[in-house]
């Protein structure tokens, strides 16, 4: 959600999420991610600066999904 600060939890929705093997947030790899089910993913905002950045998550085989952007509070 936007506004979310370092550490917090965020809903990462989309689709063809399952077997997700790594999420970045404006470059910086997300300390920790669970897939919940083929259209969210929660992750844990990695430290950064605040406004609008870059969300990719990566699925198999190796493709990162379309970029998404997402603002941020710092």
């Not at 917090?8 to 063809?16: A, D, H, R």
């Amino acid at each position: 959600p936007e506004g979310a600060l370092d550490g917090e939890l965020v809903t990462i929705s989309g689709s063809g999420l399952l077997g997700a093997t790594a999420v970045t947030i404006d470059g910086d790899p997300v300390p920790d991610f669970v897939v919940i089910n083929n259209g969210s993913i929660v992750a844990q905002m990695p430290v950064g600066d605040a406004g609008a950045v870059p969300v990719v998550v990566t699925t198999p085989p190796t493709d990162p999904s379309p970029v998404r952007w997402y603002a941020r509070n710092g």
